[in-house]
Nanobody, 124 residues
Framework: QVQLVESGGGLVQAGGSLRLSCAASRRTFSNYAMGWFRQAPGKEREFVAGISWSGGNTHYADSVKGRFTISRDNAKNTVYLQMNSLKPEDTAVYYC?????????????????WGQGTQVTVSS
């Protein structure tokens, strides 16, 4: 069992930055690929970014490429999402997820564990 707790969400103006964190409870955190997803009201949950268990492989949704950066610190059992140049369309609840695999999947149904989510609101 892995418990995930997100933090760092909030209200920011367009063009601003936020850094989300996701702390995992399990000491074998490094055995899990990690992903960030988001869900806006009335929309389906969508993939944002993923990182392999070593941190050596990352991939992003086209909508966030060049603006968001995913990283992880296995010594701290934490994965991060640095979000720059935020846009109003980035407004959503952001979730982190863990999958016992090498590469992070892009489908939310492939993940084994989820956090409770953190709200990100970008004002125009």
């Amino acid at each position: 069992q892995v418990q995930l707790v997100e933090s760092g969400g909030g209200l920011v103006q367009a063009g601003g930055s936020l850094r989300l964190s996701c702390a995992a409870s399990r000491r074998t955190f490094s055995n899990y690929a990690m992903g960030w997803f988001r869900q806006a009201p009335g929309k389906e949950r969508e993939f944002v970014a993923g990182i392999s268990w070593s941190g050596g492989n990352t991939h992003y949704a086209d909508s966030v490429k060049g603006r968001f950066t995913i990283s992880r610190d296995n010594a701290k059992n934490t994965v991060y999402l640095q979000m720059n140049s935020l846009k109003p369309e980035d407004t959503a609840v952001y979730y982190c997820a863990a999958d016992r695999d090498v590469i992070a999947p892009m489908r939310w149904g492939d993940y084994d564990y989820w956090g409770q989510g953190t709200q990100v609101t970008v004002s125009s």
